[in-house]
């Protein structure tokens, strides 16, 4: 209810700006959006195709700000984030091929942990779900959308990674995760990542989970890279690969999604905590997100977000972390 007020009262800031000056410094456009369900294209170029300049003294901070500050040591208008929510629009990039976490359904809407996510953290912003448009953020692809201004923020199983904050922001971490293993319900012999030596080992453009297992545990393996998930698993399925590596959560989805055919191995090997990536040098916006991310956590909704999606799964659901 704060973080609505405080948007309330942005609005009528930048609102107040832009009538007295026209000659004052321009804020980014709002997205535009229709409904929930809009799907806008995102952009095929990998995030280290293009770079966007960062802000003059810009932090490589991921957020760890003094929890319930909206809007920090900057206004509306130095925020992306906050200059659309003030204006009731905002456009978030989720994952579409994630059971449980991000999916877009046959009918063109989206289901998932960090779709609950995107929407109790806009809600908190003082925007409603019809003021929400949803891009798809393949895992190439998260940092350049960012760089160009084509989201406001990405919940996307986004591991937060001191490279990553070379070029972006991040809030949280709302959740945290672990790698794992998805295999064949029959195979009996990968145990875990040490057993990869010599095996095909697939996993997505633009992560780093295959090649921390070649580097780590099996020197041998042999890596192959798709564009998304679902990829790796239908490669699965016909024995092309034998084995799919990322966060556990993700991998449970998949393995609810075919009851019996796939089984997650269950021996975790890192911790990955997940943060919402928004503009580099966005402190305004990172801290309101951030305390976003606390309300929700204390009003029971991120618990129920996370039984409802990645519960029917089997996976266990864990404590919520600490944010920032």
Request: charged share 20%.
């Amino acid at each position: 209810m704060r973080l609505r007020r405080m948007a309330t009262t942005l609005a009528a800031g930048v609102a107040a700006a832009l009538a007295l000056s026209a000659c004052g410094s321009d804020s980014t456009p709002a997205a535009t959006t229709t409904a929930p369900a809009t799907t806008a294209p995102a952009s095929s170029s990998a995030a280290a195709s293009s770079e966007a300049p960062t802000s003059a003294g810009s932090e490589t901070s991921s957020g760890g700000s003094e929890t319930g500050s909206a809007t920090g040591s900057a206004s509306a208008g130095d925020s992306k984030v906050l200059t659309d929510a003030a204006a009731g629009t905002l456009t978030i990039g989720i994952k579409f091929d994630q059971p449980g976490l991000g999916l877009l359904q046959p009918d063109g809407s989206y289901a998932g942990f960090d779709v609950e996510v995107a929407k109790g953290v806009a809600k908190e912003l003082g925007v409603e779900e019809s003021g929400i448009t949803f891009v798809e953020a393949k895992s190439a692809e998260r940092e350049g959308l960012i760089e160009r201004g084509e989201v406001d923020f990405i919940v996307a199983t986004y591991s937060i990674t001191d490279t990553r904050k070379e070029k972006v922001n991040f809030a949280g971490p709302y959740f945290i995760a672990h790698q794992d293993l998805l295999v064949k319900a029959d195979n009996t012999d990968i145990t875990g990542p040490e057993a990869m030596g010599g095996k095909i080992l697939c996993s997505v453009t633009g992560s780093t989970s295959a090649q921390k297992v070649k580097d780590t545990y099996a020197a041998d393996v042999a890596l192959q890279e798709f564009g998304t998930y679902s990829e790796c698993v239908e490669n699965l399925r016909t024995g092309v690969v034998e084995a799919v590596t990322t966060d556990d959560v993700i991998l449970a989805g998949f393995a609810a999604q075919s009851p019996g055919e796939f089984k997650v191995v269950g021996n975790g090997f890192s911790d990955e905590n997940y943060g919402i990536g928004l503009a580099k040098g966005d402190t305004a916006g990172t801290e309101a997100i951030n305390a976003a991310i606390e309300a929700m956590i204390a009003d029971g909704s991120w618990a129920k977000a996370l039984e409802d999606t990645v519960g029917p799964s089997g996976y266990t659901i864990p404590e919520p972390p600490t944010v920032g």
